[in-house]
């Protein structure tokens, strides 16, 4: 069997080279996109929970575009929310950009996130076919 090359995608978090993570690695086909926090270049976060949730999506298209890919192979998604009372507007967003993809998809509650203005960490696989 031969060995699939890597093809690690950063995005210049200095959590990356701090814990030992990618933004997105690709192997063979698969693409596995890490756990994406909604934060702006400038180190700001938009207090809307649908507006954070669509900034983790546009940086998981991001990671998926530089790794070859695109929204519309995404096959699995994981979104990680601090409050059921944010999970529609979570959904509304995670619609509006993979509504017409439809991939398998989880939302689970948790006691916080790294950030505590984070309401909402997505991540994501996506296989590559053609």
Known sequence: ?????RQRVSSGSPWEPAIGFSR??????????SG???????????????AQA??????VETALQEAGGSLDDV???RMYVT?????????????A???????AATMVVVAGLLDP???????ADALVTG
Do not use: N
């Open 75 to 77: 096959v699995r998604t």
């Open 97 to 103: 950009l993979l509504g017409h993809v439809r991939p």
């Open 1 to 5: 069997m031969s060995e699939l090359a």
């Open 24 to 33: 997105a690695l690709r192997l063979g086909d698969a693409i596995h996109v």
């Open 36 to 50: 994406t926090g909604p934060v702006w270049p400038d180190g700001s976060c938009d207090p809307d929970p649908e």
């Open 117 to 123: 203005r984070w309401y909402v960490e997505i991540e």
């Open 83 to 95: 409050h059921p009372g944010v999970a529609d507007a979570v959904g509304r967003a995670h619609a």
């Open 54 to 59: 669509r900034r983790c999506l546009t940086i």
